[in-house]
């Protein structure tokens, strides 16, 4: 049974930093697409980040570029997203989330596989 459980998520003040990691079990996904996605209250999961099997390519939503880092380690099965510059919008609950390679990276269909989330909010 594939499972992904993130974990990293907190309290932190605009302009702080945060890690989180999402670690998968069951199989593995050294070829397929990893990413993370959010989700404030009254809003729709919109995407962050992906990354490919290879960790060689990454793609970004414009409001993150420049202050979140995508990355994986396939030997550890996990992908971790490094958070700096936080700002009060970016207070939501996060999602990591696994796909087959090839597939659209920012659509929400696109992926197979979703952690449960993990909480992150940025105080002004």
């Known amino acids: 049974q594939v499972q992904l459980v993130e974990s990293g998520g907190g309290l932190v003040q605009a302009g702080g930093s945060l890690r989180l990691s999402c670690a998968a079990s069951?199989?593995?996904?050294?070829?397929?697409?990893m990413a993370w996605f959010r989700q404030a209250p009254g809003k729709e999961r919109e995407f962050l980040a992906a990354?490919?099997?290879?960790?060689?390519?990454?793609r970004y939503t414009d409001s993150v570029k420049g202050r979140f880092t995508i990355s994986r380690d396939n030997a550890k099965n996990t992908v971790s997203l490094q958070m700096n510059s936080l700002k009060p919008e970016d207070t939501a609950v996060y999602y990591c989330a696994v796909g087959p390679a090839g597939a659209s990276w920012t659509r929400r269909e696109s992926y197979t596989y979703w952690g449960q989330g993990t909480q992150v909010t940025v105080s002004s």
């Open positions: 990354i490919s099997g290879s960790g060689g390519t990454t």
């Open positions: 069951g199989r593995t996904f050294s070829t397929n697409t």
